[in-house]
T-cell receptor, first 109, second 114 residues
Framework: RKEVEQDPGPFNVPEGATVAFNCTYS??????FFWYRQDCRKEPKLLMS?????NEDGRFTAQLNRASQYISLLIRDSKLSDSATYLC??????????WGLGTSLAVNP | DGGITQSPKYLFRKEGQNVTLSCEQN?????MYWYRQDPGQGLRLIYY???????QKGDIAEGYSVSREKKESFPLTVTSAQKNPTAFYLC?????????????FGDGTRLSIL
């Protein structure tokens, strides 16, 4: 089993739609969780950290389910500019971050 | 503006040649990292450093070398021993140790073989 697994997609959604991505992780001792977005041929950029209680930043909501070992990202009212690859990242006590392969999102007019 | 600067943006390597990728940060971050990304693949850790004059191998260190003589700088040398160097190279930094803090990236260097 991969340490961090994501559905690669692509997810094709119309503008204004709500879309959700899940990510599962294998190490139950993982302590930190992040979502990044990466545009084509660009560097990853931090979208949001994921906290145990769940957190929201504008149209984006992230949640953590430790019992089932997954994190989720919900995007409401999708914009064309949300088209990107979304990377799930998990950190543990080994001082390294483990990167998922990403989920591709295409928002269509 | 604080940030991470990688140079050059594009680099071409001849067979048997060593090349060095530059990474400078002015974020006052202690930890710095080098990743490699191949098309359609995830980020793979090459080397990381948590403090000046100390660094550790990541998952794919063979054929690469680094130094950390200054807090701000973490250059990566791709040696001739790296037989498949064509990739997108990303430098990152974070406060404290890497497992709990998010990492922030430079805009990358694309390396190709001539």
């Amino acid at each position: 089993r991969k340490e961090v697994e994501q559905d690669p997609g692509p997810f094709n959604v119309p503008e204004g739609a709500t879309v959700a991505f899940n990510c599962t992780y294998s190490n139950s001792a993982s302590q930190s969780f992040f979502w990044y977005r990466q545009d084509c041929r660009k560097e990853p950029k931090l979208l949001m950290s994921v906290y145990s209680s769940g957190n929201e930043d504008g149209r984006f909501t992230a949640q953590l389910n430790r019992a089932s070992q997954y994190i989720s990202l919900l995007i409401r009212d999708s914009k064309l500019s949300d088209s990107a690859t979304y990377l799930c990242v998990v950190g543990g006590n080994n001082r390294k971050l483990i990167w998922g392969l990403g989920t591709s999102l295409a928002v269509n007019p | 503006d604080g940030g991470i600067t990688q140079s050059p943006k594009y680099l071409f390597r001849k067979e048997g040649q060593n090349v060095t990728l530059s990474c400078e940060q002015n974020l006052n971050h202690d930890a710095m990292y080098w990743y490699r990304q191949d098309p359609g693949q995830g980020l793979r850790l090459i080397y990381y450093s948590q403090i000046v004059n100390d660094f550790q191998k990541g998952d794919i260190a063979e054929g690469y070398s680094v130094s950390r003589e200054k807090k701000e700088s973490f250059p990566l040398t791709v040696t001739s021993a790296q037989k498949n160097p064509t990739a997108f190279y990303l430098c990152a930094s974070s406060t404290g140790t890497g497992g709990s803090q998010p990492q922030h990236f430079g805009d990358g260097t694309r390396l190709s073989i001539l």
